[in-house]
Structure formats: C-alpha cells, structure tokens
Nanobody, 127 residues
Framework: QLQLVESGGGLVQPGGSLRLSCAAS????????IGWFRQAPGKEREGVSC????????NYAESVKGRFTISRDNAKNTVYLQMNSLKPEDTAVYYC????????????????????WGQGTQVTVSS
C-alpha cells in the first residue's frame, strides 16, 4: 500500500525554524516528483515547493523563496522541507504529495497533478 507520512510540525515562534519530513512506504520515491502544499483555515490549498525525482529541478512559491528549502534523500525514501524565518502567515496544515513522472521534466506545481497524498502535519507560528 502506497503511503506518505509527514512529520516535524509543531508550534514555533516567529523567526524560528522547523524541518518537515515526508516518508514513503510501500513504494520507492526514486521515480516520483514530490510537492509540498499547505492549507490554512478558510483558505484553499496552495503549493509551497516541489522537487523533481532526481532533485535537479525545484520550484518555490514566491511567499517562501529564500526561507524554505526542499531536499530529498532517495536512499532514505524521504523528502524534507526546511523552513526558516517562519512567519505567522506560514501557519497551516502542510501536506506532501507524490506523482510518478518521467525523468527530466519540471515538477508539477498544481495540487490536481498529484495522486498520492499524506495526512498532513500542523505548523503553527505564534508568539
């Protein structure tokens, strides 16, 4: 059974950091592009970042550029999202998603382009 499990969320003060993990089980992430999305209460799910299967193509939302870093360790079957300089507006449930993709293409940025989703992890930025 294909499963994605996010972890690493929590409560952090503004300016703080968190590292989210997205671990896959039941399949290998080697052939999958991975996206991170978030959804705040009353708002639509939005894309945060994505990384291609090789790690060679990465995209970030404008709102997180320079603060968030996505990476992957295929040997550990895990993708990470390092979040620095967190702001209250970063508060949301964060989801990772996976999509089987051919090699050499840019990772998809739309939520509708991903088939497999984790259950989400809550990130709260507050003093």
């Amino acid at each position: 059974q294909l499963q994605l499990v996010e972890s690493g969320g929590g409560l952090v003060q503004p300016g703080g950091s968190l590292r989210l993990s997205c671990a896959a089980s039941g399949f290998t992430l080697d052939y999958y592009d991975i996206g991170w999305f978030r959804q705040a209460p009353g708002k639509e799910r939005e894309g945060v970042s994505c990384i291609s299967r090789s790690g060679g193509r990465i995209n970030y939302a404008e709102s997180v550029k320079g603060r968030f870093t996505i990476s992957r360790d295929n040997a550990k079957n895990t993708v990470y999202l390092q979040m620095n300089s967190l702001k209250p507006e970063d508060t949301a449930v964060y989801y990772c998603a996976a999509e089987l993709r051919p090699f050499g293409r840019s990772c998809p940025e739309g939520a509708y382009e991903y088939h497999y989703w984790g259950q989400g992890t809550q990130v709260t930025v507050s003093s």
